[in-house]
């Protein structure tokens, strides 16, 4: 089992940035990724991090402006979000799977409680 807990959410105005940041019990190899979920909207990923490379990917709809990064030493996982928009509003999670590197919630293991960001315009 694996206990994630996310921290850094908030409210900021249009353009602004925010830095979430996932503690993980322990750390399971595999990806970590991010996901969010607006109201009424399906969980949707946004970005993943391969623990051993480092490798990472993106979802279009924040590629470019938001940066995944991990800190293995502290079981630690980050997603810096800049140029933060009214849609980038919603619940952030954290998750860990030790097989899947996709963005897409069914495949993942272990979830966090999550941190919800919102963006006013």
């Known amino acids: 089992q694996v206990e994630l807990v996310e921290s850094g959410g908030g409210s900021v105005q249009a353009g602004g940035s925010l830095r979430l940041s996932c503690a993980a019990s322990?750390?399971?190899?595999?990806?970590m990724a991010w996901f969010r979920q607006a109201p009424g909207k399906g969980r949707e990923g946004i970005a993943v991090i391969y623990h051993g490379s480092g490798d990472t990917n993106y979802a279009g709809s924040v590629k470019g402006r938001f940066t995944i990064s991990q800190d293995n030493a502290k079981n630690m996982l980050y997603l810096q979000m800049n140029s933060l928009k009214p849609e980038d509003t919603a619940m952030y999670y954290c998750?860990?799977?030790?097989?899947?590197?996709?963005?897409?919630?069914?495949?993942?293991?272990?979830w966090g409680q999550g941190t919800q960001v919102t963006v006013s315009s």
């Open positions: 322990r750390s399971i190899g595999g990806c």
């Open positions: 998750a860990a799977d030790r097989g899947s590197c996709l963005l897409l919630s069914t495949t993942y293991s272990f």
